[in-house]
């Protein structure tokens, strides 16, 4: 019975010290101008005062989901921000090996063009010589190619 007595007694206490510990919290404002709620002091120097649980959950919850809804979006937004710009690098990436290779095509048909005299093309099945006609206006096609994609 003293045993009993004893263990119910303690567990009485411990119940009210334990409700008695949690039931205090410190708020301060941090020097972006936050008010924090902690169990812990804050930096040495920093004004604060001892709140009890029942004022924080009056005044900090809400305010908590507020701000986590607000840091949801914001995170949202800049997870999608920041995938369209890696999506327009990849374009602009893309793009810039197509103007390189169309350089670099448009250059060697020139070189065709310019370095022999008379010019066979293939059309389906059928090899036929371009009039020079042809090849002169093949030639200036070729050169604005070279300016559109080379510079």
């Keep these: 019975m003293w045993k009993q007595a004893t263990v ?22 941090d020097p972006n101008g936050n008010i924090i709620y902690s169990q812990t002091p804050p930096p040495l120097g920093t004004p604060y005062e001892l709140v009890d649980d029942a004022s924080i959950a009056a005044t900090s919850f809400g305010v908590a989901s507020t701000s986590t809804k607000d840091i949801q979006k914001t995170l949202d937004a800049s997870q999608k921000a920041r995938a369209e710009k890696k999506e327009q ?7 810039e090996q197509i103007k390189k290779e169309n350089c670099t095509q448009a250059k060697t048909n020139l070189t065709a063009l310019t370095s022999r005299g008379q010019v066979t093309i293939k059309e389906g099945d059928l090899y036929r ?6 090849r002169q206006e093949r030639i200036q096609q070729a050169n604005n190619s070279i300016e559109e994609f080379c510079n």
């Design 129 to 134: 010589k371009l009039t020079e006609e042809e």
């Design 89 to 95: 690098e990849q374009l602009i990436a893309d793009s």
């Design 8 to 29: 119910t007694g303690l567990a009485i206490v411990l119940i009210c010290f334990a409700t008695n510990v949690s039931a205090q919290a410190y708020k301060w404002k």
